[in-house]
């Protein structure tokens, strides 16, 4: 029998480190260094973990776009900006205050990474909605995860998607493409990560039949 020369499936995880980090990767917005610039190769490397990511008919459609120049990061800051005033006026309640701090300094943010997915699925029955979007936003998730873990802070962003045609024309997007979520991203500067309050798995699991919960 050929013995196994790499990992394998059952090799031990460090359980304790893994779930720390699936389980204080928070929005982080305003604890950032501002100054340091991130190395690319941190970011690539974070990438290819990203990558491991299903991905439907082992596709691979994600494309991700690396955003360092202060001209564009000034540009997208503007139209995440007008986004976020917009969404505000249409709640009717002001936004948290951490969600405007994170639009005003969002162009001074080191990097800010706009996760695409090659293709459009406007009008798909739902298996294809969930098959496309399903095959780019765990990417996205394990990119915060792979960043978090490096000591990278970052925030799951979506509003830029209201400028999806602007955004597209800044920075040579296909009409073809699909932007899904931009996460800013720069080294963590005294933020304190816990894990969030949410409902317990009993409240929002069932066993069986929807609604029935474990004795
Ligand atoms: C679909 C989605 C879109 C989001 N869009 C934004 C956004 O545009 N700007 C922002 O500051 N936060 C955004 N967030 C982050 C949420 O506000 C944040 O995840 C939530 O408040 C919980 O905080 P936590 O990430 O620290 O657990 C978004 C989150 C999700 C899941």
Redesign the pocket.
């Known amino acids: 029998m050929t013995q196994p020369t790499g990992p394998t499936d059952i090799d031990e995880i460090d359980l304790e480190s893994f779930d720390r980090v699936l389980e204080t990767?928070?929005?982080?917005?305003r604890r950032l260094d501002f100054d340091r610039p991130i190395e690319p190769e941190v970011i690539e490397r974070c990438i290819n973990i990203a990558t491991q990511a299903p991905t439907g008919i082992n596709a691979e459609n994600w494309r991700f776009l690396v955003v360092t120049s202060a001209e564009k990061k000034l540009k997208l800051a503007d139209l995440?900006r007008r986004?976020?005033a917009t969404?505000s006026e249409a709640r009717g309640v002001p936004?948290?205050p951490?969600?405007h701090a994170?639009?005003d300094r969002l162009h001074e943010i080191p990097a800010l990474i706009l996760v695409c997915a090659i293709g459009r699925i406007a009008n798909g029955s739902l298996p294809m909605q969930v098959g496309f979007y399903g095959s780019i936003l765990p990417a996205a998730w394990s990119l915060m995860l792979a960043l978090r873990a490096r000591g990278l802070g970052s925030?799951?962003?979506?509003?830029?998607g209201f400028h999806e045609e602007e955004v597209a024309r800044i920075l040579g997007i296909p009409d073809e493409v699909t932007q899904t979520?931009?996460l800013p991203v720069g080294y963590m500067s005294g933020a304190v990560l816990k894990p969030?309050i949410r409902k317990p798995a009993r409240d929002v699991t069932y066993w069986d039949h929807w609604g029935a919960v474990r004795d």
């Open positions: 990767t928070r929005s982080v917005r995440y986004a976020l969404l936004l948290k951490t969600q994170l639009a925030t799951w962003t979506s509003l830029l979520v931009m969030a």
